[in-house]
């Protein structure tokens, strides 16, 4: 990427915190071998730096969608029409739209058609209840609100709902998965589609996409940016939180914030920018993980994005063996079952240079599998796991490219700093002390939407002068600065007195060689508050039942503490998952 005269300054940590540099500084060095670790950020809005950058390769694919390939001269057109029947529908400067669409082409058109105009995407899941969608509304005070016509009736009902209790209008885009097919595919998906709409079967508040772009035409959509007029702690994107304390919250970020990650992941990757290479966007846009990484970091670098709008197994498998992407982010659960499928035992996979794991804890047998995976199927890569919050974007934290420490989520990224303090203070906690991630960078969010009390409990002012961004998990550092992860500080069992962590516990049972997957939680007992609980999917070849429960338990005592071991182990052949893949504990919490 060019150097451009108008950067925002290098994040380095003020005054006061020369031993942090200087410790991050050596530890960068020698993992990775360069000095990447104060970078450069080019003062544009996420539309510019994309946009920029493309101009380099407008030749080059930009989207694979179905087999249909969208070069990165159609992409910006694309998002040029998009930006105009914005524009023509009255979006303006700070007006919020929601999206509510899987990974298909017609999203990142949104995503990024908005930004050029000055206007903030807030990314929600398509999947959402209406009731969920309403809330998201509401926290964002959208002006409207673009959808799939899979779901378009809750949409609207969403969209209706939100009207009436706030008085507010809102016009509904509706668009469908077909319209950026092509050839047969086209007419197979809308002659499946039962829940296709058209103009004359829409209310008077909803409009269909080829309607909604040709209203576009003759509309004038001119870039706002830091040149006319944008400041630096403008919002750029709501993204909301996974609603693990109850309520969601809509996270507020810049421009500086999701263009830092995408410079710096490009940097921790250890690649370089070249031609032909394909990323597997599978994790969903409205995630951070999956838009920060999964779709705007590849294409500021001109890295084409093959889009899968559902997870599935054996679609995974196609696009692995097919499409041969060179880089694969996802979560535990996507590696998991990567594991499970057939269709890849004699698949070549040394086309892979890197594979990302992120969105939950990651077993460290899990990687023992999946490393031994890739090593079978000729891949020269191991999984690298990263650590981070939506309140970051995504990672701020990954483990080097060849080297890892049994156990560690890696060392910061760059201009990225890392504190572990006492639990419930801004105290320092000691080298190796357990207590609560706290980290500060170009990444952290501006605050949280309309609760100023969250904004202040999460972004918090230390003895050093300094905001940190209190994560609310624990975890601990070493010397050399390596992080590890160990808890949410909310999802803690208590039993006789003793603090239990879930995800240590559930990374003991996770290498006994018969489990596939787990999951551990606290029930209520009338003598010990709580007692462990473990459900647990078994591997092909073992058979569940009373036999191996006990063979587990007596596995657990022989690893860790007596009154951590599970007094109950319940067989599932399948986990609850959240929206975004991840198991989904409180789901078993709510029914036991």
């Known amino acids: 990427m060019s150097e451009n005269s108008n950067q925002w300054d290098n994040f380095e940590i003020e005054s006061g915190s020369s031993e942090a540099k200087d410790k991050a500084l050596k530890t960068w060095k020698k993992y990775f071998g360069n000095d990447d670790f104060f970078l ?16 380099a390769w407008l030749c080059e694919p930009a989207i694979d969608f179905e ?71 509401t926290i964002s005070k959208s002006v409207m609100l673009m959808t799939v016509d899979l779901f378009f009736d809750k949409n609207l009902a969403a969209a209706n709902d939100y009207a009436e209790k706030t008085g507010r209008s809102i016009k509904v885009v509706v668009t469908s998965v077909g319209d950026e097919l092509s050839g047969i595919k086209r007419l197979v998906y809308e002659a499946a589609n039962k829940k296709k709409v058209s103009q004359k079967e829409l209310p008077e508040n909803a409009v269909t996409w080829k309607r909604f772009i040709k209203s576009g035409e003759g509309t004038k959509a001119p870039t706002y940016g830091f040149k006319n007029g944008k400041k630096e702690d403008e919002t750029a994107v709501i993204l909301y939180s996974g609603g693990t304390t109850g309520t969601p919250k809509g996270i507020l970020l810049t421009d500086l914030n ?7 992941t490009l940097t921790v990757s250890g690649e370089t920018r070249e031609p032909g290479l394909k990323m597997l966007s599978v994790m969903p846009l409205f995630h951070g993980f999956g838009l920060g990484i999964g779709i705007h970091m590849p294409l500021v670098y ?15 498998a196609k696009i ?52 031994d995976f890739l090593k079978n199927h000729g891949a020269k890569v191991q999984i690298r796991e990263g ?27 760059p201009d990225t700093y890392y ?60 010397d050399e600065g ?33 489990v596939h997957l787990c999951c551990v939680i606290g029930v209520k007992d009338s003598y010990k508050m709580e007692r462990v609980k473990a459900f647990v999917m078994v591997r092909p070849g073992f058979e569940a039942g009373d036999e191996l429960a006990d063979d587990i338990k007596r596995y657990c005592r022989e690893r860790m503490i007596k009154v951590a071991v599970p007094k109950e182990i319940e067989f599932r052949e399948d986990l609850p998952r959240t929206l975004v893949g991840k198991v989904d504990y409180r789901k078993l919490e709510e029914n036991v």
């Open 482 to 514: 390596f992080l590890y992860f160990r808890q949410r500080l909310k999802r803690l069992i208590i039993t006789s007195g003793y603090n239990i962590y879930p995800t240590q516990v559930e990374a003991v049972i996770s290498s006994h060689p018969a």
């Open 67 to 137: 087999g249909r390939v969208i070069r990165f001269n159609e992409f910006l057109k694309k998002i040029d029409e998009t930006a105009r029947a914005l524009k023509a529908a009255g979006v303006g400067i700070g007006d919020a739209v929601t999206v509510s669409m899987p990974n298909i082409p017609q999203a990142l058109y949104c995503f990024y058609a908005l930004s050029k105009i000055g206007a903030v995407p807030s990314m929600i899941h398509p999947l959402s209840a209406s009731g969920e969608i309403t809330q998201y509304l």
């Open 320 to 371: 692995l063996r097919t499409k041969k992407p060179n880089f694969i982010p996802g979560v535990p659960t996507l590696f998991e079952a990567l594991l499970r499928t057939k269709t890849l035992e004699k698949t070549d996979l040394s086309f892979l240079r890197g594979v990302f794991c992120g969105g939950d804890t990651l077993p460290p047998d899990l990687k023992d599998r999946v490393d």
């Open 387 to 413: 650590y981070g919050t939506t309140e970051c974007v995504t990672a701020s934290c990954l483990t080097p490219k060849d080297y890892n420490k049994r156990g560690s989520i890696g060392i910061p990224f």
């Open 40 to 55: 450069k950020y080019p003062k544009k809005t996420i539309y510019e730096l994309m946009a920029g950058n493309a101009e």
């Open 419 to 478: 504190m572990i303090t006492k639990t419930g203070t801004t105290e320092p906690a000691a080298t190796g002390e357990e207590g609560e991630i706290c980290l500060r960078g170009p990444s952290v969010m501006l605050g949280y939407a309309n609760d100023e009390a969250e904004t202040a409990n999460a972004l918090r002012r230390h003895d050093d002068g300094l905001v940190w961004l209190h994560t609310g998990d624990l975890g601990y550092m070493d």
């Open 258 to 264: 999701v263009n830092a990650e995408a410079i710096q």
């Open 302 to 316: 001109g890295v084409e994005c093959v889009l899968m709008p559902r997870f599935s197994v054996d679609g995974y």
